[in-house]
């Protein structure tokens, strides 16, 4: 069982930064593709962005392409979500996710664990 805790989360005013953590309780984490996902309310959770378990390969959803970076570094079982230039429409709660060997592309369906989530406000 692995154990994921996302931090970082909170108020930002449009235009602003956040970057967001996800700690993993396992040290198989590298074996993990990681990704984040956000549900807002009243819509289905959707993939914001996502790295592979071997590295290298990143994917992210259109709307936040440009402005958001998704990093890990597996000798801290941590994977970050770097926000920028930040949007009303990104508020949401943000879930840190993994896949055991998955690919940059997650989804609902394959995710294998979640973290309990973290809320992202952005004022206009």
């Known amino acids: 069982q692995v154990q994921l805790t996302e931090s970082g989360g909170g108020l930002s005013q449009a235009g602003g930064s956040l970057r967001l953590s996800c700690a993993a309780s396992?040290?198989?984490?590298?074996?993990?593709?990681m990704a984040w996902f956000r549900q807002a309310p009243g819509k289905e959770r959707e993939f914001v962005a996502g790295?592979?378990?071997?590295?290298?390969?990143?994917a992210y959803a259109d709307s936040v392409k440009g402005r958001f970076t998704i990093s890990r570094d597996n000798t801290k079982n941590t994977v970050y979500l770097q926000m920028n230039s930040l949007k009303p429409e990104d508020t949401a709660v943000y879930y840190c996710?993994?896949?055991?060997?998955?690919?940059?592309?997650?989804?609902?369906?394959?995710?294998?664990?979640w973290g309990q989530g973290t809320q992202v406000t952005v004022s206009s």
């Open positions: 396992d040290r198989t984490f590298g074996y993990y593709a």
């Open positions: 996710a993994a896949e055991r060997r998955g690919g940059a592309v997650v989804t609902v369906r394959s995710v294998d664990y």
């Open positions: 790295i592979a378990w071997t590295g290298g390969y990143n």
